[in-house]
Antibody
């Protein structure tokens, strides 16, 4: 089965760090840009970060720039999101989503991993 | 850049539902639409304004012109209930989602 599986979420205090992983099975991510999208409880979708096919280009939403880092391990077919200086408003379900080849849309999403930032 | 959607849309079973997405010169950008059923992950239903991924019923269609993109669902069924998000690309921020529209079939 083709799927993306996120892991690494949990409860962290403000100021803490966390690393999320997105593991692909049944497909290779080496030919796709990959993105992280988050959804706060009861709220809408918010784009967080993207990484290009080669891993040389990274883009971030203003709200996480300088605190989050997206990276990829092509050999292990895994995308990471390193999160530092966590804040309460980072609390959300974090989805990994693969871009179409174009890349003009996200054509495969994982089930998400929950991050809760609270003291 | 921002795109705006109505908070909710209601439709009777078998009728046509239309969900709008508005933004400055949105017609100059590619728009995608995602369906998110309660408790599930988003699913791509329209990309490049009008195209359907494989497996998406023909009942789903899209258009985009001027400042407004529209997702149209014909012969609406109970299984179509959920939240729908439009998405566009712009230089800053990179990807923009609308606030989401809750479709109720009643």
């Amino acid at each position: 089965e083709v799927q993306l599986v996120e892991s690494g979420g949990g409860l962290k205090e403000p100021g803490g760090s966390l690393r999320l992983s997105c593991t692909a099975s049944g497909l290779s991510l080496s030919n796709s840009a990959v993105n992280w999208v988050r959804q706060a409880p009861g709220k809408g979708l918010k784009w967080v970060a993207s990484i290009s096919i080669t891993g040389t280009n990274e883009d971030y939403a203003d709200s996480v720039k300088g605190r989050f880092t997206i990276s990829r391990d092509t050999s292990d077919n895994i995308i990471y999101l390193q999160m530092t200086s966590l804040r309460a408003d980072d609390t959300a379900l974090y989805y990994c989503a693969k871009s179409r080849r174009a890349p003009d849309a996200f054509d495969l999403w994982g089930r998400g991993t929950m991050v809760t930032v609270s003291s | 850049y921002e795109v705006t959607q109505p908070r909710s849309v209601s439709v009777s079973p078998g009728q046509t539902a239309s969900i709008s997405c508005s933004g400055h010169k949105l017609g100059d950008k590619y728009v995608s639409w995602y369906q998110q059923r309660p408790g599930q992950s988003p699913v791509l239903v329209i990309f490049q304004d009008v195209k359907r991924p494989s497996g998406i019923p023909e009942r789903f269609s899209g258009s985009n012109s001027g400042n407004t993109a529209t997702l149209t669902i014909s012969e609406t069924q109970a299984m179509d209930e959920g939240d729908y998000y439009c998405q566009a690309w712009d230089t800053t921020p990179n990807w923009v989602f609308g606030g989401g529209t809750t479709l109720t079939v009643l």
